[in-house]
């Protein structure tokens, strides 16, 4: 080919290529933007949707709670009480009215503006309504937007008495617009199912009282999961990233709005930067092969350029069959062969290697709720922890999906595993930055060592994948060693069984005490008594292996008997011995607690022991009290009428509510140790820790923080006036002559014989 023909061609041939390349990088840009703002917009809307449903809840309840006590109790009284006790909402932004059957006003809890509803009737929604009732926006005398929520009460003998209405600015629910993560075109706002506005914000305007076709806008068809949709706010003609949700149990639906505009923006400045660059490359290209087509004598030089890039790329090729193209790993052709090739070797001079097969947990959670290009990201991130981990000399692969193998070709001992498992587990386990929000996972890994579990790639692989998914029965983020004992996990659950249905008789089952301390002084204020199980054989097993076989097969009762004795008695022979009277907590289970005999289990433990009932504490969880609420409140009851002190052991990791705390009538609320283990770090624990707090102090329980393992974890518990706590802090679970100890050395005495 001529060199003016030849040079034409590759200068078309390139520029195709590369504008191609520019559309390519401007659709993906142009779509990433898109999912980016629509993600976002779905994440405005669930934190949107979350505040309201939390404001209006609490508004219904306060509805409910005063129209309760109005058939007890003169308006003025109820208000009064209800206030001191901390149960209304702040009066300076929530005004609460109660009007008579005529609508006349008979009380405020403050003197607010707001204008009084029509004296001459009730309207019929509020009247014949059972649940609460929206009213439409108006305006105080300030000109300032108030939503009213009404519902009416009855008296005594059913009839229809009146209405209690609790009145909110209208800004208050727009009060979550942020700016700089909305824009200054974006909408956050409450609509009714009527069609009208009760509030809207676009940027630092709010308005209420707009009409709309409801059915046109919110469509009964779309999933409230669906992401955000472009679409022409009618009210503005705006083209924003709309999502419109229907409120549970509430005539209203959130309407979340983010800009078009302004989200697409960057995009729109990147792509303009993308043409500007190509246009100057296509130039640069230009002029370099009309400058070649010209030059004759470089011919000869531009064909040797050509075979070498076609070197190159034959290499390139090459290197891609045998490498993973996301994350730049030998893919599982290429690991079977340098996993084939290191066991011929270590065979022939005698030696050893290991085979560490990992899996990522939760990935598909990731993967399915940030998208493919987060998963993407971070199995590439997995990648460089994973060579980083390593040394040179050994080899990290990627088999598919988030599947990875790490050989280490020479070892002389399975101990020297150990560590290269643990410095993995503990990179994977770094947070990793996706989409703007720190993420975490961890990894499980199964280990087979080379010749002993395996003399061929299937089987060491093989063995391998068992060894990790026994990793993750484990609770995933650890490692597990192949052992033949993994194929007979049924037979020693059996055993385990077994052996469990006569611990009780031959008196294996043992008692441990964690004192429980104050925080403002250390002292220790009670404990928590925990099981445990001396095995003859199998040593000391903690609950978890055997509290749940002794669920299944009903051995927890008769089991649970013999807690409630041992450790009442223990209390008594204590206080016999002069030590001081102390309270004992003791945990329930599921099964425990709806048993039939529990009440009369405990009645015999402390009349047999003699034990003051008011030393006793039970603890139950949250999902335990959640599963039967009338139940719930019968049992507790009973416990409270014999004296007995009651706990609610892991709050905050179940659904109890404030009004479910009072009604329960418990004593203490126990944090649960995921909050307190990250509670320096974690704002979000931080957060929910100093809420939990609050509301124990609110209402006059004693707050025990569990889990406590560190000074600075102690430190911001004592700040925020925590009550007690427990954990390694303290004490770890102690015998009964330890814990002893630990009570007498705190009161500088010598320990009695």
């Given amino acids: 080919m001529e060199p003016p023909v030849l040079f034409t061609a590759l200068t078309l041939v390139v520029l195709a290529v590369l504008w191609a390349a520019t559309f390519n990088f401007i659709t993906r840009e142009r779509e990433t933007a898109h999912q980016t703002a629509a993600a976002l917009a779905a994440d405005v809307a669930d934190t949107y949707e979350a505040q309201v449903v ?48 005529g609508g006349g006003l008979l009380v405020r809890n403050n003197d607010s503006d707001i204008p009084q509803a029509k004296a001459d009737t009730v309207p019929e929604s509020v009247r014949s309504a059972q649940d609460m009732v ?78 709309l076709d409801y059915s046109a806008l919110a469509q009964e068809d779309v999933d409230a999961n669906s992401p955000a949709s472009v679409q022409s706010n009618p009210w503005d003609n705006t083209r924003r990233y709309t999502i419109i ?51 004759n004598w470089r011919l000869q030089q531009e064909r040797k350029r050509v075979m070498e890039e076609r070197i190159e790329h034959a290499k390139q090729v090459e290197y891609l069959a045998f490498h993973d193209s996301l994350t730049d790993l030998p893919n599982r052709a290429y690991f079977s062969h340098l996993l084939t090739e290191n066991m011929q070797r270590v065979h022939r001079y005698e030696r050893h290697l290991a085979l560490l097969f990992l899996d990522l947990d939760r990935f598909k959670t990731i993967n399915d709720s940030l998208g493919h290009d987060a998963g993407d990201e971070l199995l590439r991130e997995v990648a460089l922890r994973l060579r980083a981990s390593v040394r040179e000399s050994d080899i990290v692969a990627r088999l598919g999906g988030d599947e990875f193998v790490v050989l280490l070709p020479e070892i002389s001992e399975a101990e020297q595993v150990v560590p290269v498992a643990e410095k993995i587990l503990t990179a994977v386990a770094k947070p990793f930055e996706l989409v703007g929000q720190e993420f975490r996972v961890t990894v499980s890994v199964g280990i087979t060592l080379y010749p002993g579990d395996g003399r061929d790639e299937q089987t060491l692989m093989k063995n391998a994948d068992v060894a990790m998914y026994h990793a993750k029965e484990l609770g995933k983020n650890n490692f597990q060693f192949y052992s033949e004992a993994l194929n007979t996990n049924s037979l020693e659950r059996l055993s385990l069984e077994s052996s469990l249905r006569s611990a009780l008789e031959h008196n294996e089952f043992r008692l441990y005490y964690q004192p429980k301390r104050r925080m403002s002084n250390g002292e220790v204020t009670g404990m928590e008594a925990l099981l445990r199980w001396e095995h003859p054989e199998l ?50 289970s599921a099964r425990q607690f709806i048993d039939e005999h529990l009440l009369d289990d405990i009645k015999l433990a402390l009349k047999e022991t003699g034990m003051d009932p008011r030393l006793l504490e039970v603890e139950i969880t949250e999902s335990m009290v959640m599963r039967d609420l009338q139940q719930t409140i019968q049992i507790l009851q009973s416990l409270k009428q014999m004296g007995v002190r009651v706990a609610i052991d892991d709050f905050g990791t179940g659904y109890s509510s404030l009004s479910n ?93």
């Avoid at 508004?59 to 001191?84: A, F, H, N, S, W």
């Avoid at 006036?721 to 330890?738: I, K, M, R, V």
Wanted: net charge negative; glycine share 10%; aromatic share 10%.
């Fill in 661 to 753: 705390l009072k009604q329960f009538s418990v004593d203490t609320i126990k944090i649960d140790g995921s909050f307190i283990q990250d509670i320096v770090r974690s704002q979000e624990d931080q957060g929910l820790t100093e809420a939990i707090i609050a509301v124990g102090r609110s209402l006059g329980l004693t707050v025990v923080a569990e889990g406590v393992e560190n000074s600075d974890q102690f430190e911001f518990l004592r700040r925020h006036f925590c009550d007690e706590f427990q954990g390694f802090y303290g004490n770890e679970p102690l015998t009964a002559e330890d814990f002893a100890q630990v009570v007498w050395k705190q009161a500088n005495q010598p320990v009695p014989d």
């Fill in 54 to 101: 939390r404001a209006l809840r609490e508004i219904d309840q306060t509805l409910k709670l005063v129209g309760y006590e109005l058939r007890r109790q003169p308006p003025q009284q109820v208000l009064d009480d209800l206030g001191m006790q901390g149960l209304l909402p702040p009066p300076m932004l929530f005004t609460i009215e109660i009007t008579d059957a």
């Fill in 539 to 588: 040593g000391l097993v903690l609950p978890m292996q055997f509290i749940p076989l002794a669920e299944e097969n009903g051995l927890i009762i008769p089991l649970g008997r013999w807690v409630f004795k041992t450790a009442c008695q223990q209390n008594v022979t204590w206080q016999q011995q002069g030590y001081p009277p102390l309270t004992i907590a003791i945990n329930l």
């Fill in 134 to 211: 929206v009213g439409l926006p108006q305006r105080t005398g300030h000109d300032e937007w108030q939503l009213r929520f009404a519902q009416g009460y009855r008296d005594n003998q059913g009839r229809f008495a009146g209405v209690v209405s609790v009145l909110v600015p209208a800004a208050y629910f727009v009060s979550g617009y942020e700016p700089s993560v909305m824009g200054n075109s974006g909408v956050l706002g409450m609509i009714g199912t009527d069609g009208i506005f009760r509030v809207k914000r676009t940027g630092e305007a709010i308005s209420a009282g707009d009409a």
């Fill in 245 to 295: 949700r229907k409120l549970y149990q509430y005539p209203l639906a959130i309407v979340v709005g983010l800009s078009e505009k302004e989200q697409l923006a960057g995009a729109h400045e990147t792509v303009r930067l993308y043409i500007l660059r190509s246009a100057g490359a296509s130039l640069f290209l230009i002029i370099i092969f009309t400058l070649l087509g010209w030059l």
